[in-house]
């Protein structure tokens, strides 16, 4: 049997355009996709490994330093409790020979700490400040100062005033002078 | 007989068989190149799944809550970092003062403002010579302090001067590292 090639050759011209518009190119086109898709899930996997990994690495950082991490905890305790200050005050106090006359909460504000503004959204650090009223002699109150700065917990001593309770010509008597110290004192939690 | 006519016959004739047989060659190409495809994506799908199983072992509640701790201590740090960076050491100022007093001079008032950086001192010295000299060491002590902007004297009972005095402290004095020393006198 004779093929009329001119004609056989319109009909695959025809056959090769629908195949290629209607099968080939759609398949292209998915398979590009695909390959977008899987270099992306690739990203997506290698990114997720290393990611959780690190996540990994630093938590057994953070078990190692524990200790350190307990004094930062100290630092900056989660939750706001009074009356271990008012006892530490108190207590410190005593042991350097003063006379804590009045503690007085005065104020509690959200620090403003610039450089991490976005993560103090949730839950922000706050500023504790106590007006602290004693009364002692000079070293006591120095030894005071003392304690809170070798504190684990971050005292920041404001103000510091002073007068002393007997005039200046009682100044040559043997015992050390008397003074009512005020302290405006401020400390941080979450 | 017309040669020409022959040979024109017979070249058109075999211009038709390139071009017919080219494209029963194109045809088979398509056909392999669809099937190819065809394959490439059930290969890519497949592969894609195993990526997907892969992905979904990360992420587990374990996971989710070691990274929470992790941010939780990031934070913490961080937040600490920022305050330890801004702790000021007021006792510094003692040390300062002591180191920087003359013996024959005596402060029975102190005041002192670590966010202003002020210093109120009202005392006695011994005579107006000692007080000049006290001043002039707090005034020549620069590195601690930036100025002296009040300073009321009067002569008090036996000849003692009371004197009051304000200085600008320089935030330097209340840096945990600062170390005071002496100007001398």
Known sequence: ?190 | MNFNLVYRLKSKSLWMDVVFYFLCALLIAVVFYYFLFLLKDYYQNQKIEEINKKIAVYGTQEQKNSEAKVFDYKKKIDDFTVIINNHKISSNIFTFIEENTLPTVWFSNFSMSESSNDLRLSGESNNMETLSHQISILENNKDYVSNINILNSQVGAGGTIRFVLNASLNPEIFKSKTVIQSNGN
């Open chain 1, 1 to 190: 049997m004779e093929i009329n090639k001119p004609i056989t050759s319109i009909i695959l011209i025809v056959i090769i355009a629908i195949l290629i518009f209607l099968f080939v190119l759609p398949k292209y086109q998915e398979s590009r996709a695909l390959q977008i898709t899987l270099v992306e899930k690739q990203a997506e996997y290698n990114g997720k490994s290393v990611y959780y990994a690190k996540i990994s690495d630093l938590l057994l950082g953070i078990e190692n330093r524990k200790d350190e991490l307990e004094k930062i905890n100290s630092s900056l305790p989660p939750d706001l409790f009074i009356s271990p200050l008012i006892y530490f005050f108190e207590k410190k106090g005593s042991e350097n020979g003063l006379i804590v006359k009045s503690i007085v909460f005065s104020e509690l504000s959200p620090i403003s700490l610039e450089k991490n503004s976005s993560l103090n959204t949730k839950k922000g650090v706050r500023n504790i400040t106590f007006t602290i009223d004693i009364l002692g002699n000079y070293q006591g109150l120095k030894n005071f100062l003392y304690s809170l700065e070798r504190s684990s917990r971050l005292f920041q001593v404001n103000t510091i005033s002073f007068a002393s309770t007997e005039s200046l010509g009682s100044k040559k008597s043997s015992q050390l002078p008397a003074y009512n110290f005020k302290l405006e004192v401020t400390t941080h939690s979450y």
